[in-house]
């Protein structure tokens, strides 16, 4: 079994930051691409950034000079550094790790979810 655990949500002030944290483990061969999906109530998940096993990170135009997304492979671990933040950027975000396991004598990459963490900005 896998489990993918965000960390990390709040209050924060409009122009404030916050620091998001996404950590998978359990029976993992190795974590590949991991991601970061916000959802804001009544609207769909979208992507906002993810990062490879390589370190290539990929960001949606709305974020690219606020966030940064990083990752530690040794914990299995993705980071979202966002600053500058909006009311817009509301919203439950979601973690998205793409997982190698290996179950009775076979590899298999399944894409696991987080139970997401909720980031509020208001004043």
């Known amino acids: 079994q896998v489990q993918v655990v965000e960390s990390g949500g709040g209050l924060v002030q409009p122009g404030g930051s916050l620091r998001l944290s996404c950590a998978a483990s359990?029976?993992?061969?190795?974590?590949?691409?991991m991601g970061w999906f916000p959802q804001a109530p009544g609207k769909e998940r979208d992507l906002v950034a993810t990062?490879?096993?390589?370190?290539?990170?990929n960001y949606v135009d709305s974020v690219k000079d606020r966030f940064a997304v990083s990752r530690d492979i040794a914990k299995n671990t993705v980071y979202l550094q966002m600053n500058s933040l909006k009311p817009e950027d509301t919203a439950v975000y979601y973690c998205?790790?793409?997982?190698?396991?290996?179950?009775?004598?076979?590899?298999?990459?399944?894409?696991?979810w987080g139970q997401g963490t909720q980031v509020t900005v208001s004043s």
């Open positions: 998205n790790a793409d997982v190698l396991t290996y179950i009775r004598g076979a590899y298999v990459s399944r894409n696991y």
């Open positions: 990062i490879t096993r390589g370190n290539m990170t």
């Open positions: 359990g029976s993992i061969v190795s974590v590949n691409t």
